[in-house]
Each structure stands twice: as C-alpha cells, then as structure tokens.
Nanobody
Framework: VQLQASGGGSVQAGGSLRLSCQAS????????VGWFRQAPGKEREFVAS????????FYAASVKGRFTIFRDNAKNSVDLQMSVLKPEDTAVYYC???????????WGQGTLVTVSS
C-alpha cells in the first residue's frame, strides 16, 4: 500500500482547501492516519490525526476549529478539510499512517499549500 497526498494549491487568507490522502494498492489497514506539515525553514509538525476504527480525531492547537480530518470510504481516502486558512498555514503537507502503538512509518509525498495575505 502506498499513500498519495493531493489537493494542495494557492489560496488567499480566509479561503479553504481540501487535501486528500488516498491509499493505492489496497485499503487503509493501519490504526491511524495523520496529517503533518513542514513550513520553509521549520521542522515537520503534527496537524491532525484520526483513529480509523473509532473515528476519534486529534488536532494541533493551531488548527483546531479550522481543520477537520475525516475518512471518505467512497474514495478510500483520509481527507483534511482546511478552512479560514492563514498565511502561517503555508507548508508542504504530508499524510502518514501507523499501526497501533507504533510510529508513523508509511508516508505519502507532500502537497504544497500556499496561503497569501
């Protein structure tokens, strides 16, 4: 199984984007899927995650209330709906998956999100 992130683009502050993390070659068989981001000159940081079996969601404080992570079974994807985007949300966004009790060890390629003021 490989993960493929898509949906990035350029948007003005206050706008919205929806990122999608699709599993190719199979289904999401891991415990959780997360979204991370890396801004220029900064370290990669956690954005949001979802426990696939129960649907529990977790968010970084900086995006809580603005971003929503959810599973789209029809698309076999885990999507990240981003609203009220801010320039500081500009980053390359990555999706990743992990097993229960493990670390994120399956990563997709990044998708660039640029938010202009």
């Amino acid at each position: 199984v490989q993960l493929q992130a898509s949906g990035g683009g350029s948007v003005q502050a206050g706008g919205s984007l929806r990122l999608s993390c699709q599993a190719s070659g199979g289904t999401f068989s891991r415990y959780a899927v997360g979204w991370f981001r890396q801004a220029p000159g900064k370290e990669r940081e956690f954005v949001a995650s979802i426990i696939l079996s129960g649907g529990n969601q977790f968010y970084a404080a900086s995006v809580k209330g603005r971003f929503t992570i959810f599973r789209d079974n029809a698309k076999n994807s885990v999507d990240l709906q981003m609203s009220v985007l801010k320039p500081e949300d500009t980053a390359v966004y990555y999706c990743a998956a992990k097993g229960r009790g493990g670390s994120y060890d399956l990563w997709g390629q990044g998708t660039l999100v640029t938010v202009s003021s």
